[in-house]
């Protein structure tokens, strides 16, 4: 069983989503895609995958999307990908891969909608939140450990 990420080491919920991951014992296949990125042909398998549109993995925020006129709603997928391949901080992150399904866990916490094992222990985010229980259960929004 393989769990892939594509990861960016300096986004703090790139890092919550690999903690967990490791967090239910996977040991992923870790693509740092900003020194790697995928071919056209893979991220365009992975959006068809997720189910969203080419838009939905568009990253806004510390990008040149705003630069590049990419809010204009007549680009086609074609163009956004192309922009994307160009420019790969434009991909949003992390999308993880495993047998469950491909996602984009933005919040950091939807990666646990995919795990294909359980959380082996607590776990808070970086910033404190607690995402899991010591029992290994999703804690609820707005709820300690």
Not at 22 to 49: C, D, F, H, M, Q
Not at 101 to 130: H, M, W, Y
Not at 133 to 143: K, N, P
């Amino acid at each position: 069983m393989t769990v892939t990420i594509f990861h960016n080491p300096a986004c703090g919920t790139s890092r919550n989503v690999l903690a967990l991951i490791r967090n239910s014992g996977e040991e992923p296949e870790v693509v740092e895609y900003l020194k790697t990125p995928p071919t056209r042909e893979v991220l365009a398998e992975l959006i068809r995958r997720m189910g969203v549109p080419v838009r939905d993995v568009l990253r806004e925020k510390g990008t040149p999307y705003a630069e590049l006129g990419l809010g204009d709603p007549s680009l086609s997928d074609d163009q956004l990908l192309d922009a994307m391949m160009a420019h790969p901080i434009l991909i949003n992150r992390p999308i993880v891969v495993t047998p469950l399904g491909v996602k984009l866990c933005r919040p950091s916490e939807a990666v646990l909608d995919i795990l294909p094992k359980a959380q082996r222990g607590p776990f808070a985010k970086e910033d404190g939140e607690a995402v899991v229980d010591a029992a290994g259960q999703r804690v609820a929004r707005g709820s300690a450990a």
